[in-house]
């Protein structure tokens, strides 16, 4: 008989769920992204000028960190440990344990991003008060909760297509952080704001903005779009390699 989603989602959550520092690698995402962002409001002195909505959810920038690094683990460290040949014997359907994996994501980061990104715009909103900014919330805590899940299954893809952990978390990490870094020092303008148009990090992050606008390199939902885009391509190697290659 064959397997069916829902006995890889089983059969994951029953692993994941057994897991000694899978419970905490959740609870450390929503604390990263509060606590960062707790820091970085209680440093402001002058508000002015300053997108306060998107310095008050800065700790996703952290918490990205978190949630990359758990969804890699998830599937990496079972090449590591060599239970990867343990989960496909008993799920010969490789596709569906992906798919399971990736709801598995989905539903824990989401619910730790959407925790810490709540606490840290409360945070906010208790320590800047007016200062905060009116108008744009919801695109902008939203969108933070899906950037979150986007990046942790970019991570999953990475895991899936390098099959080493330290593999993954190097080219995730180096996208979420050394991108952006390397973006900053090109001294052409028209080839920076192209590169933080096509970069995960700089056009994801883009959804958090509330003041100029007009600025940007990309429109706020469409820089979300593009790390969508790298996540779901990401994503299909993973799939497409985990189904040829052996275990």
């Not at 952290?62 to 079972?78: C, I, K, N, P, T």
């Not at 952006?180 to 958090?208: C, E, F, K, N, Y």
């Amino acid at each position: 008989m064959r397997p069916r989603l829902s006995d890889a989602l089983r059969g994951e959550w029953t692993k994941l769920r057994t897991s000694p520092g899978a419970a905490w690698s959740v609870l450390a995402i929503a604390v990263a992204t509060a606590g960062l962002s707790a820091l970085a409001v209680g440093s402001v002195t002058c508000p002015c000028a300053t997108d306060t909505m998107k310095l008050t959810l800065s700790g996703v920038q952290l918490g990205q960190a978190v949630a990359a690094v758990f969804a890699v683990v998830l599937l990496g460290g079972e090449y590591g440990t060599g239970m990867i040949t343990v989960t496909l014997a008993a799920l010969p359907d490789r596709v569906s344990v992906l798919a399971a994996k990736a709801t598995l994501v989905l539903g824990l980061v989401g619910g730790a991003g959407a925790v810490g990104v709540g606490a840290a715009w409360l945070i906010g909103r208790a320590v800047l008060g007016d200062d905060l900014g009116p108008g744009a919330v919801l695109r902008p805590v939203v969108g933070s909760v899906l950037y979150l899940m986007l990046v942790a299954l970019l991570g999953l893809g990475a895991a899936a297509v390098a099959r080493a952990s330290a593999a993954a978390i190097g080219v995730v990490l180096g996208l979420l952080y050394i991108g952006p870094i390397v973006t900053a020092m090109v001294s052409d303008p028209d080839w920076q704001r192209h590169l933080r148009q096509v970069l995960p990090a700089d056009a994801g992050l883009a959804v958090q903005a509330t003041i100029n606008l007009d600025d940007l390199p990309v429109e706020p939902w469409h820089g979300l779009g593009v790390l969508a885009l790298w996540t779901v391509g990401t994503l299909l190697l993973g799939a497409f390699l985990l189904h040829r290659r052996d275990a």
